[in-house]
């Protein structure tokens, strides 16, 4: 989970869908499962425009949600293609640059949301 720039919380479910709250009262501001994010598992919010990168364990993509909750595009696929053992896990952002892990790599990219 992470706080926008907007201070809403917003996080991963159990069910794979993506949650945001306002933190002040626990209001629910939107609650999506997506049909092209299959097993949402890691997500950040970008400071400058508080889209969400969502990470897509079951396919190994990037995908940009809007500030609304709204699916916008998958930006990026891991070039190990589908391959659970090493798949993504986790994303966050480091100034303009994205940060993607797996368990047995990192990396950077440029990624326009």
């Not at 933190?23 to 950040?44: C, M, N, P």
């Not at 909750?69 to 190990?80: D, E, I, L």
């Not at 100034?95 to 990396?107: A, P, Y």
């Amino acid at each position: 989970m992470e706080v926008s720039p907007d201070q809403h919380l917003v996080m991963t479910l159990y069910d794979d869908s993506i949650a945001k709250l306002k933190l002040a009262d626990s209001t629910v501001v939107y609650r999506h499962k997506f049909d092209k994010v299959q097993r949402s598992w890691g997500i950040s919010c970008h400071h400058q425009d508080g889209s969400t990168l969502s990470v897509d364990r079951e396919t190994n993509t990037l995908h940009v949600i809007s500030p609304q909750g709204g699916w916008v595009k998958q930006v990026w696929s891991h070039p190990g293609g589908a391959d659970k053992e090493g798949g993504l896990r986790a994303v966050s952002f480091l100034n303009d640059l994205c940060v993607c892990s797996t368990l047995k790599s990192v990396f950077l990219l440029d990624v326009i949301c």
